[in-house]
Structure formats: structure tokens, C-alpha cells
């Protein structure tokens, strides 16, 4: 991943350094307990623990000059390793393991890591984007669908279900970290031929990982599922980026990114403020989607293991969750300072003329007694007459003969507060989905309550 995507949080986990010390550390726990079985000499595993390597960039440069010797990275880290550590005792480095069995291993370990840190930020994006919910809980505006105007909404409902949206994300994100904390070291073809399975089971369980079954490889599908969680938190992103972009253009006006002093929208034209940040996510989401095909790609390997899955994962794991991560904080941040217009809004609702209370005339007119395609004609026609002549919506039908429904009626009908009267209920299953400190609970259910 570029620097400029790349968060240090991601970035360090996924380091050569990071990598080669997942490594040894399987390896010693490994020797370890080859020890409690007897094979190894107790003295030799802790000398291997004891004079085990430092790795730094020093090690990573000595592991990188003896591949190109070896042309294979794990013989590589494994001649190295037993050098430093010295004769006889790194002799029992990589005893009866293949390298599957440190890579997968170690592999598992580093997503699991990276995992929580992807997961905590969402953590954190949830709440904010709960935060902002009921603050706009009550904020009238105009629902569209198709991009026109529909019925009216909040804009708190429409966060509250982007928290909402959130929330399943972060399920499926947890859902995938279980999936992917497992270890295997169960030799060539995983069948134990050449290692004790009681060598996997205790390299697994100081590691924080299940010990499963596996042939040579760890099954790809828990890696895709890691990749999809990840996709599907990029494309809910996107999803709410794209409208607030729409929300953003200059004939909508409803709410914006924040625009810090000193930025500059446009090079050519000074009075731009450009949802830049929102276009980026995106963009990135499409990425997103790339490295999700590409891990799909990796499940299937021939037999029981082909090596053909190594060099894509070497780059869209990494990159998949530099990027998860740099658009969940981005959003994060965006969501934080956006700037609301609620009088925009207002000024949006009312462009409509009244349009926007449309099915609740024609539910009361089928409740005076009309079939409800002859009411449907009546409020279409006279819809656009007020559309066309810019008239409002409530005066034509006052004065159409064919609205059977007195004024007190209409006016009813076309009540603002009557069409919103039952958003609370979105907010009832947020919280009661979502889990939320008792404090902020608390301050949320009376807003409710008011």
C-alpha cells in the first residue's frame, strides 16, 4: 500500500519485521513443546528461546541476502535463525514442520491482529454515528427515492439506519475474526506424519488460536470471509459517502464536509468546496471490492496445497485492511465534523409544494369512500397541475371538485409532524441492537422519552 493509504496501526503489523517475529515466535513455542514431549532436550529449548535473534532491520536484510541463495523465504529465515542461535540446540528449529505450518500459523496470528484494530475503529464509528443520530433526531427533510422527492424523513433516521448498517458490519467483522484465529501444525499434507498434535495444540493456544484441521494449508474461505467483511464495511462507506456527496451538490445544499481553514477546493476557481473526502472513499471502496475477488480466487488450490495463493495474499491483505482501516477513521472524521443545513432542509420540503404528502391524500380520499385507483387519478392529476404551475399542492386540491375531503381534512393529511410521528421507532431498535455505554444509554433513551 502507498504511504499516503497506509495507517502505521495496519502497516506495522504487516512489516517484514512484524512477519519474521510471528515467526520465531512460533518457531520457539514450537521447540517448546517438542521439550514437554521429551524429543527435544529441555536445556536445548531454552537456549533456543534465550539466544533467539532480535529482529530488526539487520535480521530482515540477512533473511532477504539468504533467499537469494535459498529462493525460498521460510528456508531462508530458518538458516538464519538456527545460525544465530548455534549448534546443537538451533538444530531443533522447524523439527518436523513444514512451512505452512509457520506461515499459516503466523499468517492467522497478524490478520487476528489487524482484525481488532479494523474492529475497534468501527467501534468508534458506530458511536459517533449514533451520537449524530440523535442529535438530528427530530430534523425534517426531504426523502427521496430515484433522486426525487418522496415523503419526508429526518436526517436522523438516516444516520440511525447508516448505524444500523454499521452494526451489521461490525457483526460480520467480529463473525470473520473467529474464523481466522486458527493455527495449524499438522506437517506436509496435515496428517501429523512427521509432528506430535500435541506440538500444534500448545503453539495455538500461547498464540490465541484455535487448532483446526487442515491439509497442508489453512482453508482459503476463512481468508475470503475476512476479505468480504472487509468489502462489505467499504461498500456500506460508500454507500453513505455517495449521499452525502448528493446531499453536498449546490441545488441540494443539505449538509457538507467540514472545510478547514486554509483548504482549497479548486486550483482554478476559489469558490469551490469540493466533497473530496467522500469521492475518495468511494474510489477506495472500489478497491476495495478487487481484493475481495482476488482472495474469492485463492480458495480453490490443487490437491492439498498449490502455492498459488502466497503472492496474492502477500498483497491484498495488507493493502485490504490499510485501506478498511483508513476509511473507517476517514469516515470517521467525516461524520464527526459534517456540517448540517436543517433550515436547507426546511427550504427542500417546501420546493415540493406539498407534493411530498401525496399517499396520505390519497389514503384519506379511499377512506371517503373512493376505489383507490379513481383517488390515485384525482391526487396524480392534481399533483401536477400544482407541479407544473407551481401552485401550491394544498390549494389545487382545495378547489378540485373531485376531493371529497373538507379543508380540516387536508389540512390533517398534509401534516408534517404526523408524517414523521413514528421515526422513533428506527431509534427503539438501534438501541436495542447496538451495544452502547450505560451513560450515553441513558442520555438516549430520554431524548427519546421527550
Not at 430515484?146 to 439506519?161: D, I, Q, V, W
Not at 456540517?339 to 390519497?362: A, C, H, K, W
Request: hydrophobic share 45%; aromatic share 8%.
Amino acid at each position: 500500500m502507498i504511504d499516503r493509504y497506509s495507517p502505521k496501526e495496519i502497516a506495522e503489523i504487516f512489516s517484514d519485521q512484524s512477519r519474521f517475529a510471528t515467526w520465531l515466535k512460533v518457531e520457539i513455542l514450537a521447540t517448546e513443546a517438542w521439550a514437554l514431549t521429551g524429543i527435544v532436550p529441555a536445556e536445548h529449548a531454552k537456549a533456543v528461546r534465550d539466544n533467539a535473534p532480535r529482529i530488526d532491520g539487520a535480521f530482515v536484510d540477512m533473511v532477504n541476502q539468504r533467499e537469494q541463495v535459498t529462493n525460498h523465504d521460510v528456508a531462508a529465515f530458518v538458516d538464519v535463525v538456527q545460525s544465530m542461535v548455534g549448534f546443537p540446540q538451533g538444530s531443533w528449529i522447524h523439527y518436523g514442520l513444514t512451512s505452512s505450518d509457520v506461515v499459516d500459523t503466523a499468517l492467522c496470528h497478524l490478520m487476528t491482529r489487524a482484525m481488532d484494530v479494523v474492529i475497534s475503529g468501527v467501534e468508534q464509528l458506530l458511536l459517533t454515528l449514533v451520537e449524530r443520530a440523535f442529535s438530528y433526531y427530530k430534523t425534517p427533510m426531504l426523502g427521496r427515492t430515484h433522486g426525487m422527492a418522496a415523503e419526508p424523513t429526518t436526517f436522523g433516521n438516516k444516520l440511525a439506519l447508516w448505524a444500523l448498517q454499521v452494526n451489521r458490519d461490525l457483526s460480520r467483522l467480529r463473525k470473520a475474526r473467529d474464523g481466522i484465529a486458527v493455527g495449524k501444525l499438522s506437517g506436509a499434507v496435515g496428517t501429523y506424519s512427521n509432528v506430535d498434535p500435541s506440538i500444534e495444540a500448545y503453539v495455538c493456544e500461547h498464540l490465541g488460536l484455535k487448532n483446526v484441521p487442515a491439509t497442508q494449508v489453512i482453508a482459503r474461505d476463512r481468508h475470503a470471509e475476512v476479505l468480504y467483511s472487509l468489502a462489505a464495511l467499504a461498500s456500506s462507506i460508500e454507500t453513505f459517502a455517495t449521499e452525502i456527496r448528493h446531499l453536498q451538490r449546490t441545488e441540494v445544499q443539505e449538509a457538507e464536509e467540514h472545510f478547514s481553514p486554509g483548504q482549497k477546493g479548486s486550483s482554478a476557481m476559489p469558490h469551490k468546496r469540493n466533497p473530496i473526502l467522500a469521492e475518495r472513499l468511494v474510489g477506495m471502496s472500489r478497491v476495495m471490492r478487487g481484493y475481495l475477488i482476488a482472495g474469492l480466487e485463492d480458495v480453490a488450490l490443487w490437491h492439498e496445497r498449490d502455492i498459488s495463493h502466497s503472492s496474492v495474499e502477500r498483497i491484498v491483505l495488507p493493502d485490504a485492511f490499510s485501506l478498511a482501516y483508513y476509511m473507517t477513521k476517514k469516515f470517521d472524521g467525516l461524520i464527526a465534523g459534517l456540517v448540517v443545513y436543517p433550515e436547507r432542509m426546511i427550504e427542500n420540503l417546501d420546493r415540493t409544494l406539498g407534493l411530498v404528502f401525496s399517499q396520505p391524500i390519497l389514503l384519506a380520499l379511499v377512506a371517503s369512500g373512493l376505489s383507490r385507483d379513481d383517488a390515485y387519478r384525482i391526487v396524480q392529476r392534481c399533483a401536477h397541475e400544482a407541479w407544473d404551475s407551481k401552485i401550491p399542492f394544498a390549494k389545487v386540491l382545495a378547489e378540485d371538485p373531485d376531493v371529497g375531503i373538507s379543508v380540516a381534512e387536508l389540512t390533517a393529511a398534509m401534516d408534517l409532524g404526523v408524517a414523521l410521528r413514528n421515526v422513533g421507532k428506527t431509534f427503539e431498535v438501534l438501541l436495542t441492537e447496538i451495544d452502547l455505554p450505560d451513560a450515553k444509554r441513558k442520555e438516549f433513551q430520554a431524548l427519546l422519552a421527550d
